[in-house]
Nanobody, 116 residues
């Protein structure tokens, strides 16, 4: 399997923005789906956004108008631009790769804290 490393998390005020990155050790063009999930303290992991090798994109409802997922194929990196952040966005954000014919794998996550 490949390896994923997330970065870009941190502390931000409500209404602020963060840009998360997920760097893959293998070509993301060889991975069917790259996706972001998040898990709030005491909560369940939930889907945030995904992008396929063909460029198809899906968003969770809460992310539809505020978050943007994008890919840099040359850098084997997927980004998640998060705007208008709310306290309820506080969570560990994790990246997952879902290749065809192989098991999915995950990064270790990056902490996002939205607080005044």
């Amino acid at each position: 399997q490949g390896q994923l490393v997330e970065s870009g998390g941190g502390l931000v005020q409500p209404g602020g923005s963060l840009r998360l990155s997920c760097a893959s050790s293998e070509s993301i063009m060889d991975i069917y789906v790259m996706a972001w999930y998040r898990q709030a303290p005491g909560g369940q992991r939930e889907f945030v956004a995904s992008t396929t090798d063909g460029g198809r994109i899906l968003y969770a409802d809460f992310a539809q108008d505020r978050f943007t997922i994008s890919r840099d194929n040359a850098e084997n990196t997927v980004h998640l631009q998060m705007n208008s952040l709310k306290p309820e966005d506080t969570a560990v954000y994790s990246c997952t790769a879902r290749p065809l014919g192989r098991a999915a794998y995950w990064g270790h996550g990056t902490q996002v804290t939205v607080s005044s």
